[in-house]
């Protein structure tokens, strides 16, 4: 997993590999300076000697120098070295979905891949910067003090081992007793906001039913709960700090008074006393700041592991080797197809479809919510492979084909559909890059968009905010199709995509597909019956099978479920919902 | 609305704020005001801790110029037991200033997850009291993360930031004492050492928080790519249009690398900067002490000995620390008055105001003369008590509404209402139909004045809306809305939320007319099974059924139903249709029709188009009238 985060430095492997150099020198010039501070007093100020007092001087100004120099390397290339890393995760993440299958996105989910390119890759950059930093500098930093301190003296220096030791022990302890309080923590954290959420979206609710007094005691009593294990919590990490500093209390006095004695018994200098002092200081700093980092890592550990699940995954639906890069026709067909969304042992959700569909043919699709309607139709363009049995376009199965090839050729109007940023041309070219002026109005007037395109004051350049909220429901679904026609497709595949838009006019742009674009196999997914009883033949689909597949008439004759939802639909149940003023 | 501003986990815009004096000292008053007794113990903590750290650094002068130096002098075995005492008495200093530090821990823990617990709880409170349309302004996210972040951002502020700043604070002042008596000159190389510090400080930070800006509106930028893209992925693929995306990802992406790669560098440099500096100054002090110690004599008051000199470098170290430490927290607050800032804002919102006073209580008949009563009698009357001469009148509840020219806009600009006359009488059933946006469910919402209306008159059993007290007129009102939120919590407490009272039998009882047991009974745990996410773990017209079942169980005079939508299939809907059928007997019924079947058998059908009623009628007149009714109803107006 860290290896394949790894691998993501590429061309920020210098900077990566100067910014702790560069920290090496900061650290080993700071903590030279101590020790020739030892050499000014006990040599100089001791003994009166003001030119080595000038000469130890002029030495550690320099020392320092050279540390500010390492210190604004590591700096620098430190800020490379991880924006960088994050750049390469970003974009590495970024083009590595876009060879995703339907699956592979449904596996992650839209927000999950949104945080993961966002708020994960900032705390993997957070915490490799802190690591290239201060994970080199810390223990180093440790180290040298420690070296440092034996040579001026062992048996004092022995103080600050037992004393790290001690620590160590004692915060590990600390650490693990507390984390697990910790975790216990955050499911309920997440659980009360979940309920302030629910009051938030349900406010109406809420107000309807005079609820707001039980609401608030509810919200009471779940913060109470925080409230007491949060103190729980924190009151065992509190021992933390004032055990550490009790530590660092009891190292200066026991170096206070056995300096003092060997001064007495010449086995110390004055001088070298200030300097076990000021690295005993060091040292415990660099415990705390190892702590911090102890802390970050493991909080980027799981980010971590959510980018590599990422970068890892296998697309699963790739070109083929020798791709067909033509499409015959627009006839469909299905033999013996089965599907499932879960690849081992799932309940399969199509079975035994067999269909077959001439070009140019006009089907409607019709059944109940949860049979599987979309899935049937989106195996024809290859969004899913089928999981036995064979699809075939224009006479060849979709696995042999380009994919570009075969997703150009058969157009889907998703029931889900999105609109992005930018005027209205520029979402209707996501059809064809290269399409005119004239062609988008054409497309636009097909699927009956361009009057109310027309009515917009800026017209065709009008700017659709993320997600297309500032066009309606209807106006979204005209534009998805004219978007899809522009492509001008073997098969149109329109799923559920004229819910929003009035029977009228729905019934306008069908006829505008039968007159302009006669020789394009269509195929319509529709919960209302009027949309689709003047296709060629309907599909009726009944959990995961089909139940019939024929004309109108032979089906309000013969098929009980087809029956069933006309006569429910009309005789004074059509339905005129989100029907709009045009 | 807010602005619109991205406001994700990074993109967040650091507003001006208007009066962070005033912000802050609200804080403060939320910190103070419970928990007085805490602060002033703390303040004491930190006090004492400072001096303990400081006794100890000053200490070391007395150890060798008091106790080490003497005995180098006097010649023979050394008395250690002197030095011993000073010893044991500067542990027991350190052991005092530990206690005091471990005490400081403890109390602010209770400080700070009280404090936060109380601006939760009230933030929440204040939160249910304000009228709907504060939630209709205001995006979901938004109001969320004045919960979550705003409210996370006063724990790092109150728990680690003003203590900190205390200690500092003190610790400056103490350590800049005690420098003033070791020595004057060093003290004064001291702080000419710390203007350079600061100065070095004042161009990173700006040049680092130009670029930080910088950063944040590509960061902004780029999430707000990787945002849309995700959620269009389906679209990209279904379109070919990896490459397109590819492209102009790649051109944001490194245009964010490139301003925070700048803004990083500068935040980087300071650190060491300042680190060395503080060495140079360190070293500066050391050259400086060492001269003074040794050519200065002994009488002058410039004198300096090896012991001052040794504990007056630990104090140069000393004292630049804790201005670093200031002015990092510094940001850290900032970012908490920010939060606050939102906090307050959100708490100080005009809660909904009701002035009512009619209030609903239950009733009996007695010698036909209807009475107050204690017990459920299953009738209820409208309580009025006249304000002129406090005379209380009784009124059977029944259920009919009136509306008198009513007209309404969500803004006084921009009215979307005009001249709505309407009468409902008991057990009548009113049907509005139109098109989406012809403002079908602003009516209903004026029924249980989730909104005011601003000319007109809405009267409920003859009784002004205005004057009955809003609980007790929207308990009257049963709503069944077209998006289900249901609660987590099992699914019997769900149906519950409509009568807290209800027993077993009673919350059955309403599912069963509902049509809503026959599913409840399959599930594994029946009523017992737990509803996550807003009742995620059903279908959409289960969890219609229960919310149908919610408003059976309160048992209300007048329902307003705002029906099912297209997403439900036409099997599926016929049962969800079967119950609202049930529970609308009865019962004065406000239906928002999307299906015709629904409406066709209502005493009056309103066309709405525009915010005003344009047609109105039973199904028989408005389909002789040939008008709009007749076009939505034969969806034949173009084609034919």
Redo the contacts between chains.
Sequence with gaps: MVRRILKEVKQYTFASIITPVSMIL?VIM?LS?PYL?AS??DK???A?D?SH??KV?GL??V???I??F???M???F???A???L??NL??SM??H??????SN?DKFS??G??TR???DV?NI?NAY?MIL?IAVRAPLSMIVALVMAFTINARIASIYLIALVFLAIVLLIIMFTSMGTFKSIFPKYD?L????????????????????E???SK??KA??N??NI??KA??KI??A??IM??TV??C??LI??LG??M??QNQLT?GE??SL??YC?SILMSMMMLMMIFVMVSMSIASMERVSEVLKEEPDIVNPENPVTEVKDGSISFKNVSFSYHKEGGEPILRNINLDIKSGEVIGIM????SSKSSLVNLI?R?YDVTDGEVLVGGVNVKDYD??TL??EV??V?Q???L??GSIYDNLR??N?NATDEECREAARLACADEFISSFPDGYETHIE??GTNV??GQKQRLCIA?ALL?KPKILILDDST?AV????D??IR?AFREAIPGTTKLIIA??I?SIQDADRIIVLDDGEINAFDTHENLLANNEIYR??YE??TG??????????S | MPGPGNR???GRPRPKLENPGKIFRRIMGYVFGPYKFHCILVFICIVV?VLAGLQ?TL??RN??DD??SP??LTPGE?D?NP??RA?LR??IF??I???A??AQ??LM??VT??T??NM??EL??K???LP?GY?DSHS?GD??ST??NDIDTMRQMINQSIPQIINSVFTVVSTFVSMLVLSIPLTIVTLIMIFVMMMATKFAAGRSSKNFVEQQKKLGA???F?????????????????E???AR??EL??S??ES??????Y???????N??LG??S???C??V???L???VPETSIFSFT?GG??SF??LN?NFSMPINQISQQFNSIVMALAGADRIFKMMDETPETDNGYVTLVNAKDENGKLVECEERTGKWAWKHTHQADGSVEYKELRGDVVFDGVDFGYVPEKMVLHDIELHALPGQKIAF?G????GKTTITNLI?R?YDIQDGKIRYDGINVNKIK??DL??S???V?QDT????GTIAENIR??K?DATDEEVKAAAKLANAHGFIKRLPDGYDTMLT??GANL??GQRQLLAIA?AAI?DPPVLILDEA??????????IVQEGMDRLMKGRTTFVIA????TV?NSDCICVL??GRIIERGTHDELIEAKGRYYT??T?????Q
Excluded at chain 1, 367 to 370: D, F, I, K, R, S
Excluded at chain 2, 267 to 273: A, D, E, R
Excluded at chain 2, 635 to 639: D, E, L, M, Q, S
Aim: charged content about 20%.
């Design positions: 900061e700071e300076i501070m000014i007093i100089g100020v001791n009166g003001m007092i000038l001087g550690m100004v020392a320092a120098l540390g500010l390492g210190g604004l590591g700096g620098r430190g800020a490379m991880s924006a960088g994050a750049k970003r974009e970024y083009n979905i876009q060879t995703f299958s339907f996105i839209t927000s891949l949104v390119l966002t708020t900032t950059q910067q930093r659980a906001n979940e309920s302030i959420q629910e009051n938030v979206s349900a406010i109406r609710v809420v107000k309807a039913y005079v609820r707001e039980q609401e608030i919200l009471h913060s109470k925080i409230y949060f103190v924190e009151k509190s021992f700090f004032p500093s009790l209390y009891a200066i006095i206070s008074w003092a004695k001064i007495v004055t006393l200030t002092l000021a200081m059944g109940a919510t949860g363009s969004l994919l570009e997703r150009n157009s889907v998703l889900k559909n999105v992005f940023t996501w059809g890059k993320q997600g309606s429901g978007r492509k819910s009035d029977t009228a006019t019934a306008r006829q919960q209302r009027s069933e939802v429910s639909q004074g149940s059509r339905d005129f919902d989100e029907t709009e003023v | 994700g986990a990074m801790s100890g200490f070391m150890l060798i106790y080490i005995m180098l050394p250690f030095l011993l010893i500067v542990a350190y052991l200033g530990a206690m530090g471990f821990n403890i823990i209770y997850q009280g936060m617990r939760r709880d929440f409170e939160m249910e009291k709907i939630f979901h109001i969320m919960y979550t780029v999430n707000g990787i945002e849309e893209m995700m959620n269009g992925q389906k679209v990209v693929k279904v379109f070919c249009h990896e397109e995306g590819k990802f790649k992406n490194d964010l690398f925070a790669d700048k803004a990083n560098a935040v980087n440099v300071l650190g060491p900067i680190a060395q060495n140079v360190y070293v500066i050391a050259i002490g060492g001269c110690a040794i050519f090896i000199l040794v470098l630990t170290k139909v098109s989406t946006g012809a249980n989730f809003k609980a929207r308990r009102l049963g709503m809305l939120h249901l609660f987590t939320y409509g807290l996410g807003d279908s959409q919610r309160a939508t297209s997403s439900i299939d036409t099997r599926t809907e016929r999307h299906r015709l079947s066709k188009e525009q939505l109803y969806g034949n107006k173009i084609a």
